[in-house]
Nanobody, 131 residues
Framework: QLQLVETGGGSVQPGGSLTLSCVAS???????VGWFRQAPGKEREAVSC??????????VYMDFVKGRFTISRDAAGNTVYLQMNDLSPEDTGVYYC???????????????????????WGQGAQVTVSS
């Protein structure tokens, strides 16, 4: 019954910032959660992922967002955020929140951050970066 809803998308000028929120129908503190994006004519790609809280909420960032984006999860585990700074036109696309519905214990030692690792997806939020 897991449902994910993304909010916070919109249009911003280059160098600007946006924060996306992913609200889940139940806590994801024991789950792996990720943000993905898809530009027109391109395949969906990973942006950032966060692992289960009990094993430290390990984070994964793709090289093209390191130092600019931050993924986080609130205390209740019901909301996952993606803070995006220093946005460029190359960041334009539909951003999706996704969760691996499988939870621990036991927990996987690695934090998977690929499309095929996730089975629950939101509807997406448009992010447009242009002058």
């Amino acid at each position: 019954q897991l449902q994910l809803v993304e909010t916070g998308g919109g249009s911003v000028q280059p160098g600007g910032s946006l924060t996306l929120s992913c609200v889940a129908s139940f806590t994801l503190k024991d789950n792996t959660v990720g943000w993905f994006r898809q530009a027109p004519g391109k395949e969906r790609e990973a942006v950032s992922c966060i692992g289960p809280r009990p094993i430290g909420s390990r984070t994964v960032y793709m090289d093209f967002v390191k130092g600019r984006f931050t993924i986080s999860r609130d205390a209740a585990g019901n909301t996952v955020y993606l803070q995006m700074n220093d946005l460029s036109p190359e960041d334009t696309g539909v951003y999706y929140c996704a969760a691996d519905s499988r939870r621990g214990p036991p927990f996987r030692a690695n934090t998977r951050c690929t499309v095929n690792a996730y089975d629950s997806w939101g509807q997406g939020a448009q992010v447009t970066v242009s002058s």
